[in-house]
């Protein structure tokens, strides 16, 4: 059974080093993302949400996230 929550703690989760800390891990660039993917994902619950966006932005789904970021009036910060 899939966890709810996980999508919601991603919405809001910020990028905690590197080149984009303080992004919001859903506004972070495909590229950035890829980069994760070949080099290996973190361990943990970051790699996980890191490894979440990777396949959500690379297969085009990032409207699946959009109720959640009106629901919770998240606003995608980019620096």
Known sequence: MF???????????KMPYGQYKGWN????PV???????RQGFPKGVLGQQ???????????????????KKEM???QNKY
């Open 3 to 13: 966890d709810r929550s996980f999508l919601y703690k991603l919405v809001v989760a």
């Open 25 to 28: 891990i859903t506004s972070l």
């Open 31 to 37: 590229h950035y993302l890829e980069w994760f993917e």
């Open 50 to 68: 890191l490894s979440t966006m990777y396949e959500i932005k690379t297969n085009g789904l990032d409207e699946i996230l959009d109720p959640i």
């Open 73 to 75: 009036k998240v606003h």
